[in-house]
């Protein structure tokens, strides 16, 4: 079974509150604010596929990507860490990135790819936090998709995949083809790679695709976009922090447990 | 006509009067009525109960929980009914149906919806970017709109005495490609979603170990444990724990941080906390900014002498 992976580079996600600005001309953070990385639940998706691959449920994994000339970094990294192809589809678009665009491009991408079995995206992208696009591309494809997987076996000729429900775990088989996004969990650490690695994905080619490539034109992308921004800001965030302090553990515990029934959160007698 | 959507069962919870909520101000703005569509067990007594909320219109697909078939069969009421925009609970199921359901209608898909104006006749939504460090304000250019709330943003729907015919239908014959094979048993202890008080661990902490004692913290105080993405990540609390931006959105009256330094993504959980109490050795930490009460200190000194003091004052009661 061929994997393929959707990747994404975002804006480092690190990069703390204070520091985070948006260009209100573009509606977007300003052009070298932070360095871009691959998103985390993006690096979940790509070490998933890998797992299935050491496995011996899938036989090859493709990184995909779309975006600009950056991306490639993200895509070596990937190669390095024994993906056994990339894929970068070029295309720029203005302003905050929209999930049909994206879901249009990449399902085109896909089907290029011939259409491998399993599609796993990231549960969502930190930077514009939509959650979309994994379940774009699965309505596009007509394929079922589970979402919020966390662990993918063999199983009786379908896969068994486990998932984050709204009471806990659940535990579902679904058959190929199938899109699965994928969550974070400590089984799904993206692995590191070592020295010779990175040098052998150096000397591997990248694929490069154009938009056209894929038989979209100008027109039909931009009529792919669902979102219209009015705005977009970073709220103030006034701070009424009030610090207890004490000598030691003891009458610091005291000290928070008092002002805590002074504020009526605790009994007098809690 | 506007779509509420609701999986609660045997009633409306709270989530699903928001949902009804928001939708009736969205009605009333557009000239709109609403229809409520319930799903999953006991879905009757659910639709039944939205007359009271605002409901003009309540339909009952009794047992489908199958969120292939629930796509299917919300994209045919959707149609018939000519829906402008479908609103759903921005959680784990919401979360992919929204976006499906949305596609499939040819519409647009809001996720993580906090607040909805309208202006110019046109639903304008508000909603969280890069982990919550900022806001969009933001109009879609293709009806309709499936958008799936934030729990506890919205204005929970009124009840009153008024009541809705019930509208019972069959779930689409579709053949299952998805089987739901087995449902863990919820984890013991409160979960985190409703509980009024919650005590929350993070990477501070230093060990999984300690979160042994948020439990017998939180069993003081009748509360739930909670967890921030870094200690899910490290395997010390399990998912359905996890309060953030992709983990569960909760309102307690008192919520605490014990160890989590306060990324936007996790602040993005919190906002309908009434009192945070943040312990964290950086005094820098940005859950100072969303804290009423802070301490900078070791969590794992403090937790042992939070519990002493707490025991001590139920004894002297």
């Given at each position: 079974m061929h994997a393929v992976v959707l990747l994404k580079q975002i804006l480092d996600w690190e990069?703390?509150?204070?520091?985070?600005?948006?260009?209100?001309?573009?509606?977007?953070?300003?052009?070298?604010?932070?360095?871009?990385?691959?998103?985390?639940?993006?690096?979940?998706a790509l070490e998933l596929a890998l797992q299935l691959k050491d496995a011996g449920v899938v036989t090859k994994v493709t990184a995909l990507l779309g975006g600009g000339e950056a991306g490639v970094e993200t895509l070596r990294k990937a190669l390095s860490v024994h993906a056994d192809e990339a894929v970068l589809v070029e295309y720029a678009a203005d302003g905050?990135?929209?999930?049909?665009?994206?879901?249009?491009?990449?399902?085109?991408?896909?089907?290029?790819?011939?259409?491998?079995?399993?599609?796993?995206a990231g549960r969502q992208a930190g930077d514009w936090d939509y959650g979309q696009v994994g379940y774009l591309v699965a309505e596009r494809l007509g394929r079922p998709a589970v979402g919020l997987v966390w662990r993918v076996e063999q199983g009786d000729g379908r896969l068994h995949v486990w998932r984050n429900g709204p009471g806990g775990t659940e535990k579902l088989a679904v058959r190929p083809p199938a899109v699965l996004t994928v969550t974070n969990h400590d089984s799904l650490q993206l692995r590191m790679s070592s020295v010779l690695d990175l040098m052998a994905?150096?000397?591997?080619?990248?694929?490069?695709?154009?938009?056209?490539?894929?038989?979209?034109?100008?027109?039909?992308?931009?009529?792919?976009?669902?979102?219209?921004?009015?705005?977009v800001w970073v709220p103030e965030v006034e701070s009424v922090c009030e610090f207890v302090a004490g000598e030691d553990p003891a009458e610091v515990a005291a000290a928070l447990v008092g002002r805590l029934v002074d504020l009526k959160m605790l009994g007098s007698a809690a | 006509m506007i779509l509420a959507v609701t999986w609660d069962t045997g009633g409306l919870g709270r989530s699903g009067q928001e949902v009804l909520g928001a939708a009736t101000t969205l009605a009333t703005a557009?000239?709109?009525?609403?229809?409520?569509?319930?799903?999953?067990?006991?879905?009757?007594?659910?639709?039944?109960?939205?007359?009271?909320?605002?409901?003009?219109?309540?339909?009952?697909?009794?047992?489908?929980?199958?969120?292939?078939?629930?796509?299917?069969?919300?994209?045919?009421?959707?149609?018939?009914?000519?829906?402008?925009a479908v609103l759903l609970v921005d959680d784990e199921r919401g979360g992919e149906i929204g976006p499906r359901l949305a596609q499939r209608l040819g519409g647009t898909a809001i996720t993580h919806a906090l607040a909805l104006d309208v202006a110019d006749s046109q639903p304008v939504w508000t909603r969280p970017v890069f982990g919550g460090k900022a806001l969009a304000a933001v109009r879609t250019t293709a009806e309709p709109v499936v958008a799936t709330l934030r729990q506890g943003a919205f204005v929970a729907a009124v009840s009153t005495n008024r009541t809705v015919e019930v509208e019972t239908r069959a779930a689409?014959?579709?053949?299952?490609?998805?089987?739901?094979?087995?449902?863990?048993?919820?984890?013991?202890?409160?979960?985190?979603?409703?509980?009024?008080?919650?005590?929350?661990?993070?990477?501070?902490?230093?060990?999984?170990?300690?979160?042994?004692?948020?439990?017998?913290?939180?069993?003081?105080?009748?509360?739930?444990?909670?967890?921030?993405?870094?200690?899910?990540?490290?395997?010390?609390?399990?998912?359905?724990?996890?309060?953030?931006?992709?983990?569960?959105?909760?309102?307690?009256?008192?919520?605490?941080?014990?160890?989590?330094?306060?990324?936007?993504?996790?602040?993005?959980?919190?906002?309908?906390?009434?009192?945070?109490?943040?312990?964290?050795?950086?005094?820098?930490?940005?859950?100072?900014?969303?804290?009423?009460?802070?301490?900078?200190?070791?969590?794992?000194?403090?937790?042992?002498?939070?519990?002493?003091?707490?025991r001590r004052r139920a004894a002297a009661q």
């Open positions: 990069l703390p509150p204070r520091k985070f600005r948006i260009d209100p001309a573009t509606n977007c953070p300003p052009a070298g604010l932070a360095p871009k990385l691959l998103g985390p639940f993006e690096q979940n905050p990135d929209d999930p049909s665009q994206t879901a249009s491009v990449l399902a085109r991408a896909i089907e290029r790819l011939g259409s491998p079995e399993l599609v796993l994905a150096n000397k591997k080619t990248i694929e490069r695709w154009t938009t056209d490539d894929l038989g979209l034109g100008d027109a039909e992308l931009e009529a792919a976009r669902r979102l219209d921004f009015d705005r | 557009l000239g709109e009525t609403v229809t409520l569509a319930a799903l999953g067990h006991d879905a009757g007594a659910t639709a039944a109960a939205a007359g009271a909320y605002g409901a003009g219109h309540a339909v009952a697909f009794d047992d489908v929980v199958e969120r292939e078939a629930a796509v299917d069969a919300l994209a045919e009421l959707a149609r018939e009914l000519g829906a402008r689409p014959g579709a053949a299952a490609v998805v089987e739901l094979l087995e449902v863990a048993p919820p984890a013991a202890g409160i979960a985190v979603g409703q509980a009024p008080v919650i005590v929350s661990g993070g990477r501070g902490l230093g060990e999984g170990e300690s979160f042994g004692e948020l439990e017998e913290l939180a069993g003081l105080l009748g509360g739930a444990v909670g967890a921030s993405l870094a200690a899910v990540d490290a395997g010390w609390a399990p998912a359905d724990r996890q309060v953030g931006l992709t983990g569960k959105t909760v309102s307690p009256d008192l919520y605490f941080a014990f160890g989590i330094s306060g990324a936007s993504q996790h602040l993005a959980g919190i906002g309908g906390a009434k009192v945070v109490v943040a312990v964290n050795t950086d005094a820098e930490a940005p859950i100072f900014g969303r804290a009423r009460l802070g301490v900078v200190m070791d969590c794992r000194k403090l937790l042992p002498a939070l519990i002493e003091e707490l």
